[in-house]
Every structure is written in C-alpha cells, then in structure tokens.
C-alpha cells in the first residue's frame, strides 16, 4: 500500500483553534531553528554544533508527529471504528506509521 494512496477527503473532527495554533507555534519554531542552521552553515560553524541542532530539530518534529498522531487516533479512528470504517482507518494509520518510523 503506498502513501500515496491515502492522499483523500475524510471525514475529520475539526481541530479547534487552541489546536491549530499549538502545532502552528511548533512548526513556526522549527522553522527558526532551519534558519538557524542553515546561519550556523553559512558562517562555517562547528560541525557538532549543526549536529547538536539538527539533533534538536528531529526531536521537535517527532514530538509534533506524535501529537498529531495522538489526535488523530482520539478522534478520527475512534470516529471510523464507531462507524464500521474502523479497519480501513486503523491500516492507514499503520502505514503512515511505518513512514513515520523511518
């Protein structure tokens, strides 16, 4: 089954805004650390100190997956299993998993 494949319309449960603005704020400050970096590259800086950073940076992506994630299996797998659509939706969120865990 390939990602690709699961690039359609579900029905959601619509994040509040409180939610939304959260995982923009993380995303906005991961985006300050790539330039950050991408400064750190520029100047020649210590290959450690861009490792240490990089480093940094995959551990905040991770941890907004994994809230993501955590909304998704609360809301709309839950949502899909009360509706009958539950092993359609639990095998798609394996496979984004399996992406995920790369």
Do not use: W
Request: aromatic content about 4%.
């Amino acid at each position: 089954m390939k990602l690709d494949n699961f690039l359609h319309d579900h029905p959601t449960t619509p994040r509040s805004k409180d939610e939304k603005q959260a995982v923009i704020n993380r995303l906005k400050r991961i985006e300050g650390q790539v330039r950050g970096i991408q400064k750190m590259v520029e100047e020649d800086r210590y290959c450690v100190d861009i490792l240490v950073q990089l480093s940094a940076i995959n551990a905040a992506l991770k941890k907004v997956g994994f809230s993501v994630t955590e909304r998704h299996i609360k809301h709309c797998v839950s949502d899909a299993i009360k509706s009958g659509e539950g092993n359609e939706t639990i095998e798609e969120l394996m496979e984004v998993m399996k992406q995920f865990s790369k």
